[in-house]
């Protein structure tokens, strides 16, 4: 049969060096993403703000006083309908 002697089988040390530098730049690719990440996030929240910011300065330049009540009375803004004045709805006309 063939007098084999205790050759080692197995990867070696260059395995190891291949498998450790792999690990190395997947160590180091996943830590830049983790930052880019971050720093996007920190940049939509700031722009999210800055919108809220101008959306608000906005909204109150263009808003009515307060103080003046609705030309309706009942402060939705709509016309007022023939419902009768004790909650209850009108009554329909079949």
């Known amino acids: ?3 084999g002697g ?5 990867p070696g040390i260059w395995g190891f060096i291949a ?4 690990a190395i730049a997947l160590w180091l690719l996943v830590r830049n993403m983790n930052s880019r ?9 700031d722009e999210a ?6 959306d608000g300065a906005a909204s109150a330049s263009t808003e009515a006083p307060a ?4 030309a309706d009375g009942d402060g939705d803004g709509a016309p007022e309908d023939d419902a009768p004045g ?3 709805p009108a009554p329909r006309a079949d």
Do not use: C, Q, S, T
């Open 1 to 3: 049969m063939g007098g």
């Open 49 to 54: 703000a800055a919108r809220a910011d101008a």
């Open 67 to 70: 103080d003046e009540p609705p």
């Open 19 to 22: 498998f450790f530098v792999l």
């Open 37 to 45: 990440l971050r720093r996007m996030a920190y940049r939509d929240r």
């Open 6 to 10: 205790n050759l080692p089988i197995g």
């Open 86 to 88: 004790d909650g209850r």
